[in-house]
T-cell receptor, first 113, second 115 residues
Framework: AQSVTQPDIHITVSEGASLELRCNYSYGATPYLFWYVQSPGQGLQLLLKYFSGDTLVQGIKGFEAEFKRSQSSFNLRKPSVHWSDAAEYFCAVGAPGANNLFFGTGTRLTVIP | EPEVTQTPSHQVTQMGQEVILRCVPISNHLYFYWYRQILGQKVEFLVSFYNNEISEKSEIFDDQFSVERPDGSNFTLKIRSTKLEDSAMYFC?????????????FGPGTRLLVL
């Protein structure tokens, strides 16, 4: 069965600093991988997704993620964080033949001036 | 940009009462979903719905839960007899098709508190 682990519950970074949010998944084959962001009072918004091909995926708002099969990871990165990036970030995995997603517990990002 | 909407944003109910959570998916989408997140836990899949039928459901989605598309726009989740452990944030989502590659668009959620 699929599962997702986000080891960091809460991360604080300074505005302008780089960011990396960790995500590890468990699945027997190559999964479909997603990062969603949730700002207060908003729904989950898709940042990026990976299905196949280039393992470095570009998303919206300057985010990128890299799929590393050997590490079963799909970490989210941003070179320079903006105050508006403060939100909850969710990693999710889907599988061929199924249309439901398995989510991690989320990482709350705080950005300090 | 089209978005999924959910009402109410917050609901408080007494244990044993029935609640109906409402969602308006994006208008040209065909697949609809409910997820929930108990405080501090993972977002969990409950059910997916297509062509007026449940297409997939999780173990959580037992007989106390039901879903319905009562008209051309609304998609509802009913909990017949709420339990304390049903307290959670409930997210509705929709997608154009049901393939795993399709982006699921999520609503802002309904926070349900069962007392």
């Amino acid at each position: 069965a699929q599962s997702v682990t986000q080891p960091d519950i809460h991360i604080t970074v300074s505005e302008g600093a780089s960011l990396e949010l960790r995500c590890n998944y468990s699945y027997g084959a190559t999964p479909y991988l997603f990062w969603y962001v949730q700002s207060p009072g908003q729904g989950l918004q898709l940042l990026l997704k990976y299905f196949s091909g280039d393992t470095l995926v570009q998303g919206i708002k300057g985010f990128e993620a890299e799929f590393k099969r050997s590490q079963s990871s799909f970490n989210l990165r941003k070179p320079s964080v903006h105050w508006s990036d403060a939100a909850e970030y969710f990693c999710a995995v889907g599988a061929p033949g199924a249309n439901n997603l398995f989510f991690g517990t989320g990482t709350r990002l705080t950005v300090i001036p | 940009e089209p978005e999924v909407t959910q009402t109410p944003s917050h609901q408080v109910t007494q244990m044993g009462q029935e609640v109906i959570l409402r969602c308006v998916p994006i208008s040209n989408h065909l697949y609809f979903y409910w997820y929930r997140q108990i405080l501090g836990q993972k977002v969990e899949f409950l059910v997916s719905f297509y062509n007026n039928e449940i297409s997939e459901k999780s173990e959580i989605f037992d007989d106390q839960f039901s879903v319905e598309r009562p008209d051309g726009s609304n998609f509802t989740l009913k909990i017949r007899s709420t339990k304390l452990e049903d307290s959670a944030m409930y997210f509705c989502a929709s997608s154009p098709f049901g393939t795993p590659q399709e982006t699921q668009y999520f609503g802002p959620g309904t926070r349900l508190l069962v007392l």
